[in-house]
């Protein structure tokens, strides 16, 4: 089982070394302690994705929000950003292979496509589901939310 805390935390720092990275600010919101079961290095792989997403998606200096809460039955860990957004009829296709949202916007940082398929295939194997809600302007909210029968009391001593 996996201390959601101390694995999202770390997560973090290394996100501050991703190519990307540009002075971007993160904040860690632990709503609760709970622990999951879970492949640790998969959920890993998986959460690092969005976290370097929310950073090479959104401008120098942005804020980059990441929760671990409880969301009616699930439990989820949620990145949240404060970027461009993407449009509407993007978010049903985002999770295929080597799609790609084209913007001749902003940051065209480059990619294969590859990263979000990933975080799909991880969260299915965990009886998980990828929420994506996005307004253009504002921001991209990625969710991942695990069924509550995964979750453990904190076995910290
Ligand atoms: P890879 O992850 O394989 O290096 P990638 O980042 O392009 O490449 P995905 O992570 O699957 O691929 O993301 C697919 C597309 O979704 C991205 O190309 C980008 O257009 C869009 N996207 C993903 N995350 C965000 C975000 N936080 N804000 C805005 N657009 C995003
Ligand atoms: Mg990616």
Redesign the pocket.
């Known amino acids: 089982p996996a201390d959601v805390a101390t694995l999202l935390q770390s997560i973090i720092d290394d996100a501050h070394n991703v190519e990307h990275f540009r002075d971007h600010r993160f904040s860690l919101n632990l709503e609760t302690d709970k622990w999951l079961i879970c492949d640790i290095d998969e959920v890993r792989s998986a959460v690092s994705?969005l976290i370097f997403?929310?950073v090479?998606?959104?401008p120098a200096a942005s804020q980059i929000d990441i929760f671990w809460r409880q969301e009616g039955d699930n439990f989820c860990i949620a990145v949240e950003?404060n970027?461009?957004?993407?449009a509407e009829h993007h978010l049903e296709r985002?999770t295929e292979r080597f799609?790609?949202?084209d913007?001749g916007r902003s940051s065209d940082a480059g990619?294969?496509?590859?990263?979000?398929?990933i975080v799909k295939h991880v969260l299915q194997r965990h009886g998980a589901n990828l929420n994506i809600t996005s307004e253009i302007g504002h921001g991209?909210c990625?969710s991942c939310c695990f069924p509550s029968r995964i979750v453990i009391e904190n076995i910290n001593v």
């Open positions: 994705n997403n929310a090479k998606y959104t950003d970027g461009d957004g993407i985002l799609y790609r949202v913007k990619g294969t496509g590859l990263g979000l398929a991209s990625f």
